[in-house]
């Protein structure tokens, strides 16, 4: 019961933490992360053979989307060390390139260059913290965070947010297919991803490269193992094909990151209830063309669309019921019920809604 209230309580504040008024959450933050990362320590090792439900395993996996996805702008004590970002990336890239070699993969990118000059880089990054309400860095000292190697990156979060959207889907036990607004979150995190490690990270790898590993997700007929859930969230309920609507709507983002020549037959199916994927930014200057679609695809809307869905990702279950306690109304029961069944097992009402239960700062 701790572990699911603490665990709840940290996700709520690491979005509020992204909000206008984050600031002032920052103690909040702070507080309801070391409780959260206390708890989770004690329970490892007390119970390191418990077999968790879906419910709180889907908490604690949102939940660590959650910290790493909004505490990933500066350096904090979520940051992970450069030796596991390493063996993540590894990992990660490794997935994508299996994945690769077994689906038909997208039309090629040629020879193109995606070299950004340094100067430019920095400009990118300072734009970005700007948008997204975050001081920006003086590039000239060596303690710079955002865009170095050091800092996680969309690239990095990718896999971790199919997982988790993966196992919600999983959970609701049924015939329904995944949302159509869902399937274009996707996407445009799998943009965002090439598109910050271009303009913002100055990635040196192949363009080719880079855009394989971002749009490496969609329906595989040898999905197995961990990637067996997320697979299944890409398959059609009916018949054991992808889902009708993912390709096409991969595809439209995909081809924002490709020369207007390079436009194939494919555009034909692009669906027409995402106009804005279905205008293709003009081939020129490879840099120019991509800012342009950073510029059509602002990274503070994108931000903004991710907390609103992380945040109906954390309602989706039941709240913790130490959490309903505290809002002094459990769940079927009115307040005077609540009250009744706290009298009931020995419990002072008057004294127990005195102050907060303990985990949340005053």
Request: with cysteine; net charge negative.
């Amino acid at each position: 019961m701790i572990l699911d209230y603490t665990a709840y309580q940290a996700t709520l504040s690491c979005i509020a933490s992204r909000s206008a008024s984050g600031i002032a959450t920052s103690a909040v933050l702070r507080h309801n992360l070391a409780m959260a990362d206390s708890f989770t320590a004690i329970f490892k090792a007390r119970h390191a053979e418990y077999v968790m439900d879906n419910e709180l395993r889907f908490r604690l996996l949102l939940l660590k989307f959650v910290i790493l996805f909004t505490q990933r702008l500066t350096r904090n004590p979520t940051t992970p060390s450069k030796e596991r970002l390493q063996e993540l990336r590894k990992t990660n890239l490794k997935r994508a390139r299996l994945w690769r070699g077994r689906v038909e993969d997208s039309a090629p990118f040629g020879d193109t260059d995606t070299k950004v000059e340094q100067q430019e880089i920095e400009r990118n990054r300072a734009h970005v913290l700007c948008e997204l309400n975050v001081p920006a860095e003086d590039e000239e000292y060596e303690d710079a965070f955002y865009g170095t190697s050091v800092c996680l990156t969309l690239l990095d979060l990718l896999p971790l947010f199919m997982r988790v959207s993966a196992l919600r889907d999983a959970m609701t036990g049924s015939e329904d297919k995944v949302t159509e607004l869902f399937l274009c979150l996707a996407a445009e995190f799998m943009l965002q991803a090439c598109l910050e490690q271009i303009l913002v990270v100055g990635t040196k790898r192949d363009l080719e490269d880079l855009v394989g590993e971002a749009f490496a997700w969609g329906f595989n007929k040898h999905g197995e193992g961990e990637d067996e859930e997320i697979n299944t969230m890409f398959t059609d309920p009916v018949y054991d094909i992808e889902l009708q609507d993912w390709k096409p709507i991969k595809e439209a983002y995909y081809f924002q990151l490709l020369p207007q020549e390079t436009s194939t037959s494919t555009d034909a199916g692009i669906i027409p209830s995402y106009p804005d994927a279905m205008e293709r930014i003009p081939a020129s200057d490879t840099i120019d063309r991509l800012k342009a679609v950073a510029a059509k695809y602002p990274i503070a809307r994108f931000e903004r669309s991710i907390l609103d869905y992380l945040s109906a990702m954390a309602g989706s279950i039941s709240k913790p019921v130490l959490f309903q306690l505290e809002d002094g109304e459990l769940d079927s029961m009115s307040r005077q019920e609540t009250q009744q069944f706290l009298q009931d097992c020995g419990l002072s009402v008057a004294r127990f809604f005195e102050t907060p239960i303990g985990f949340k700062t005053p």
